[in-house]
């Protein structure tokens, strides 16, 4: 047998090494294999999306985009002291999260209310806002130690709500909150409320009235009261209806509430 000499040992190598690689692209269809952490990523992604801010974990919520640990925590950490997020938008509360990081976790994010887990934390009648405590409003859903405080501080300062939708007054208190408690509470049917519903019909003249006439008006309380007597003691009777926002604690909303009632 004849002895290859070494250029022709270099040429059959080559040729054996060339016939295996096409060998091995042929076996694996010429296509690189994927990378199993990128692969694992975009699983769990398409599986985790979208996430429940009412039920997610702090693991979990830091999947978001501009959501690490922190805000994770702080996300929780909200909702435990203040039950449930009433819808998205609530977010904005926790603090380190505005708007710019609401706008990029929006469309990765909802907002579901468990009736039954809610249910399991309110007493079984209903909550009467004119009346109710502190902790009592804080049974609510959505209603924490804040937004129950500031109810009552709108009640002492603005008089008794009129009618459940008065709630929309109060900061911090919007649509969505309303409508995840309005079956929940009521406004008892007193005289006071009689008298105020009954102003509806009778416009009160802010030039003439005093405190006790005033305070038929819807948010107007005895301090709200007092300051447009003490007002027209001092700058003179109001020579618009409008002139009544110049009054300190009176803004449009509650200028809005009052304009068909008034005359001057």
Do not use: W
Not at 97 to 115: H, K, M, P, Q, S
Not at 133 to 146: K, N, S, V, W
Not at 179 to 200: C, G, P, Q
Not at 204 to 213: D, F, K, L
């Amino acid at each position: 047998m004849k002895r290859l000499s070494p250029k022709e040992l270099q040429i059959a190598g080559t040729a054996i090494a060339v016939l295996l690689v096409g060998l091995v692209v042929f076996l694996i269809g010429g296509e690189p294999q994927p990378n199993s952490n990128d692969l694992d990523k975009s699983l769990s992604g398409k599986e985790v999306y979208p996430i429940d801010i009412n039920s997610a974990s702090v693991d979990t919520l830091v999947l978001l985009p501009g959501i690490g640990p922190t805000k994770a925590n702080a996300i929780v950490e909200y909702r435990e002291e203040n039950d449930f997020f009433s819808d998205i938008q609530e977010l904005t509360n926790v603090k380190g999260i505005g708007e710019a990081t609401l706008n990029n976790i929006r469309e990765f994010v909802v907002c579901y209310i468990d009736n039954t887990e809610i249910k399991s934390k309110i007493k079984n009648e209903l909550i009467d806002i004119n009346m109710a405590t502190t902790d009592q409003l804080q049974t609510l859903p959505g209603i924490g130690p804040e937004k129950s405080q500031a109810i009552i501080d709108y009640r002492q300062n603005s008089g008794p709500f009129i009618h459940i939708d008065d709630l929309t007054k109060v900061k911090g208190i919007g649509d969505a909150t309303l409508n995840n408690i309005k079956d929940l509470i009521y406004v008892e049917e007193t005289e006071t409320n009689k008298a105020l519903r009954k102003s509806s019909h009778t416009k009160i003249n802010i030039n003439t009235a005093g405190v006790s006439e005033l305070k038929r008006l819807p948010g107007i309380g005895d301090v709200l009261a007092k300051r447009i007597v003490e007002y027209r003691d001092q700058v003179g009777q109001f020579s618009s209806r409008e002139e009544i926002m110049n009054v300190k604690g009176i803004g449009e909303k509650t200028y809005e509430s009052i304009k068909e009632l008034i005359t001057f």
